[in-house]
């Protein structure tokens, strides 16, 4: 985890809402998971279109910012077929609180 990636990946708010969202992905994706195959289990994991639709960007603006939070470790992703899935990643999320909370 390198704090300074993660403050940069933040620093927009479209960004900053993607990652909010992927908070409850039930709630804001209620059709997550609809190319998905029955046996993958990619649970909390929204597709691209789905957030791309939501964020109301482009497509290729949505690829990068999920590109962006992705190499800051914040997300996690999965491709089966055509389709890219992403998921936030609890554990950087978690090393990171701690970091804000003991050394800022």
């Known amino acids: 985890m390198e704090p300074i990636d993660i ?22 994706f209620p059709k997550q998971g609809a190319h998905l195959p029955k046996e993958v289990n990619y649970k909390g ?3 691209v279109g ?7 960007v482009s497509q290729s603006t949505v690829s990068h910012y999920l590109t962006i939070l992705q190499k800051a470790g914040l ?6 077929g055509q389709w890219t899935y992403y998921r936030r990643n609890e554990e950087v999320i978690r090393q990171f609180a701690e970091y804000f909370k003991t050394e800022i």
């Open 7 to 28: 403050f940069k990946a933040l620093s927009n708010e479209t960004r900053l809402n993607i990652l909010q969202w992927l908070k409850e992905p039930e709630k804001h």
């Open 45 to 47: 994991g929204v597709c």
């Open 50 to 56: 789905d957030i791309q639709e939501k964020a109301n």
């Open 75 to 80: 997300l996690e992703s999965v491709r089966h």
